[in-house]
């Protein structure tokens, strides 16, 4: 989720590693803060892999800025982890977010159009925070309040989901009919 934050806001901009680190912790919120300890090495391991370049500017009254833009292998790498994005990454809503947040750099209104049915089946699915057994309880089945709660937040937020992705898919498949 780390590089494709990364690889997804330098295809916006050039960045110095502060604004990044900004930007990924505004995406992620409070869930997954962004410690320099797990950002620069990840920056480093994608500027050797060859996916980001580096260019010194002075700085305003201090010292140097490193500047990072992405590369073309880069903007490939970041298109092919868009089209083919991890289970994981379609299942977690955090990571879920940030495909999301860079989908629209995946040019193929076919190809978004399959990573967004890929969401839509996964949502599809019965699930349940609580189960009897193997089966999933639904809000109505629960007693406890908070998690009947959870249950009515989690199936309101999945309904608004859906219906976004339906609209969604249907204006990308009438473009890919033009």
Do not use: C
């Not at 010292?63 to 982890?81: C, D, F, K, N, W």
Request: hydrophobic share 40%; no cysteine; net charge neutral.
């Amino acid at each position: 989720m780390l590089e494709l934050a990364i690889l997804g806001f330098l295809h916006d901009a050039p960045l110095h590693g502060y604004e990044l680190r900004k930007r990924i912790a505004a995406l992620t919120g409070h869930v997954k803060p962004v410690a320099e300890s797990t950002l620069y090495p990840a920056i480093k391991r994608l500027e050797t892999a060859g996916l980001l370049a580096r260019r010194t500017q002075p700085g305003a009254g201090a010292a140097p800025r490193h500047v990072l833009t992405l590369t073309a292998e880069g903007q490939t790498e970041l298109r092919r982890r868009l089209a083919h994005p991890a289970d994981v990454d379609i299942t977690d809503e955090n990571r879920w977010f940030t495909v999301l947040a860079f989908l629209r750099h995946l040019d193929d209104p076919s190809a978004q159009a399959e990573v967004l049915e890929r969401r839509m089946a996964f949502l599809r699915q019965p699930s349940s925070f609580f189960y009897e057994g193997d089966r999933p309880l639904r809000a109505e089945e629960v007693e406890d309040p908070f998690r009947r709660g959870i249950l009515t937040i989690a199936r309101a937020t999945s309904q608004a989901e859906l219906s976004w992705l339906r609209r969604t898919l249907d204006t990308l498949r009438a473009a890919t009919e033009d």
